[in-house]
């Protein structure tokens, strides 16, 4: 059967979107496994934060000027960019930076984009972009916080293709399961709202897609890699 192309406004349909609740019992170890997972603790996040290196690695090839990063996170991407004059974040979750050492090199830290009230050389995601609920609102929120000649750097998961979810089937799902005895789907479909699909439709939309890459682990081709990188300027 032939699959159905996806317009714009069929996609626009979708958000806001909701996320599929968690029960309490992964309630109470959601906070715990989450900094894990950012950390890199344990082996399968360690085996994790490598692969996902090759992101921040595409996402800092483009030194200098002034930085937002969407969803910051434990400020794990700042390590790799070596040249700029100022660098801010966006990140409502305080628990995942405050007692990180490197947050004295943040220039100012905002809880939303519609904070945001400055324009920027370069605004960069890693591993962002699937988890946001209203996608669409947010990109168009980066587009105009972004100077005329600045570039939109992205880095995702191929969430929605066969390798992204053989990988964490043969990883973070059997860590999950040993630790917690708890099925880790029930995380990702919480967490990554968004498919690689989706993510691309809205950013075509909005900005002119000069770069994209697939990690090349196992193939750079559709369902055969882990991770896309997108480089984006503005219409």
């Known amino acids: 059967m032939k699959k159905k192309n996806i317009n714009y406004q069929d996609i626009l349909s979708r958000y806001p ?5 968690l029960s309490e019992e992964y309630k109470k ?6 900094s894990s997972n950012r950390e890199g603790s344990g082996f399968a996040n360690f085996i994790s934060q490598k692969m996902e290196s090759w992101m921040h690695k595409k996402v800092s090839k483009i030194q200098g000027g002034e930085i937002l990063e969407l969803g910051a996170g434990n400020l794990n ?3 790799y960019e070596k040249k700029y004059t100022r660098y801010d974040i966006i990140e409502p979750y305080e628990e995942l930076y405050k007692n990180e050492k490197s947050k004295y090199k943040i220039t100012k830290i905002f809880n939303s984009t519609s904070e945001v009230n400055y324009q ?3 605004i960069i995601s890693i591993a962002t972009l699937e988890h946001l609920t209203n ?7 980066c587009k105009k916080l972004l100077k005329k000649n600045g570039v939109l750097q992205i880095g995702i998961p191929c969430e929605g293709e066969l390798a992204f979810k053989i990988g964490w089937l043969l990883t973070t799902a059997i860590s999950f399961k040993l630790k917690y005895n708890l099925d880790y789907s029930k995380i990702m479909a919480h967490e990554h709202v968004n498919t ?12 002119r897609i000069e770069k994209f890459h697939r990690s090349p682990f196992i193939l750079p081709f559709k369902n055969l890699s882990f991770y896309a990188y997108f480089e984006c ?3």
């Open 17 to 21: 979107k909701k996320r599929p609740l």
């Open 29 to 34: 170890i959601f906070n715990e496994h989450y």
């Open 77 to 79: 991407h700042l390590n």
């Open 120 to 122: 920027y050389d370069k």
């Open 135 to 141: 996608l669409p609102k947010e990109i168009e929120l």
């Open 196 to 207: 690689i699909e989706e993510i691309t439709l809205v950013l075509k939309k909005n900005f």
């Open 233 to 235: 300027r503005n219409l």
